[in-house]
Each structure stands twice: as C-alpha cells, then as structure tokens.
C-alpha cells in the first residue's frame, strides 16, 4: 500500500484557478474541482463546461483518453455549477464519470486533464461559427494527479524530539 505523507492540506491548487478536493484525489472516490474564472475569457459567463480526459499513458503523461462530451456542445456532460461570482464546481468520481467514454473498470488513471469552456453552441456545433471561450492555463491544459485507489494519507505531526 503507498502512503502519502501532508502536513495538513484540505484541498489542492492545481494553479491559482484550479483546486481539488480531497487533497488526494482518487479515481473511484468521489471529487470536486473548482475553476476560477476571474481574469480570464469566462469572467462572467452564464454557464460553462468543463472538457475533460483521463491520462493512462503514465504519470507524466499529457495525453488525455476517454475524452467526455463533444466540443461545443451545449448537451455535453461537464455542466458546472455556480457557486458565486466567477468561481465554478463539478463534482464527480473519476471512474464512473469517464466510463461511458469506453474506461475499462481496471484502467490505472495517472491524471484528469482539462479546459474549461462556454456553455455553448459554439466552436461549430450545431451551426454555431463563433469559436468558443476556453479557459486555459496560460494557454496549456490543466491537470490533477489522481492518487491509487489503494493509497493513503496519514497526517503525522513531529515527535518531541524534534524540537529542542
């Protein structure tokens, strides 16, 4: 069993934009990310999606696979919830969410890769010719490390000794 070791963390920032909770992220345990859209092309939007895929390739990996919805989409899955002002929230379990996108039962998820985008239609779903607003990070694609479902966190505090 693999034990990760935090002094206290609640949830994780991904990036000043982008956090995850739990702290350790597992693919068969139920998480909630949350985007910040401030200062960014979806400031103000009245509905986004979040267009995501896993990474099986490896822990570094920026490949994404089993890629949930349809770009532009209105219909997609990815409806996220507002939760005030320009901050945004889904909540799923890994595994379940990417299984109707063809992820064996057994797949090793390394990460979750993302953008988030306007609701939609756009980007030329449904005749829809404007492209659409994509919330990136700096320009690249997010992503969050999603631990083994056999994992454990242990918060540990120093022994006496340790301070003298």
């Known amino acids: 069993m693999l034990s990760y070791c935090f002094n206290s963390l609640l949830s994780v920032a991904v990036n000043a934009q982008v956090t995850v909770s739990p702290s350790v992220p597992k693919a068969s345990e139920s998480i909630t990310i949350t985007y910040n859209a401030t200062g960014t092309p979806l400031a103000g939007a009245a509905a986004l999606k979040m267009h995501s895929g896993v990474v099986i390739a490896g822990p570094s990996s920026t490949a994404w696979e089993h890629v949930i919805g349809t770009w532009g989409d209105s219909n997609s899955p990815g409806t996220m919830t ?27 998820i390394y990460r979750i890769g993302m953008v ?39 918060f540990i505090a120093p022994s006496a000794e340790f301070f003298l």
Do not use: H, M
């Open 82 to 108: 507002n939760t005030g002002g320009n901050t945004w929230q889904i909540t799923f379990v890994p595994r379940n969410y990417y299984a109707p996108a063809g992820l064996p039962s057994n797949q090793t």
């Open 116 to 154: 988030f985008r306007e609701a939609g239609p756009c980007g030329g779903f449904g005749g829809a010719s404007n492209a659409c607003l994509e919330g990136k990070n700096n320009g690249a694609d997010f992503f969050i490390d999603i631990a083994p479902d056999d994992s454990e966190v242990r």
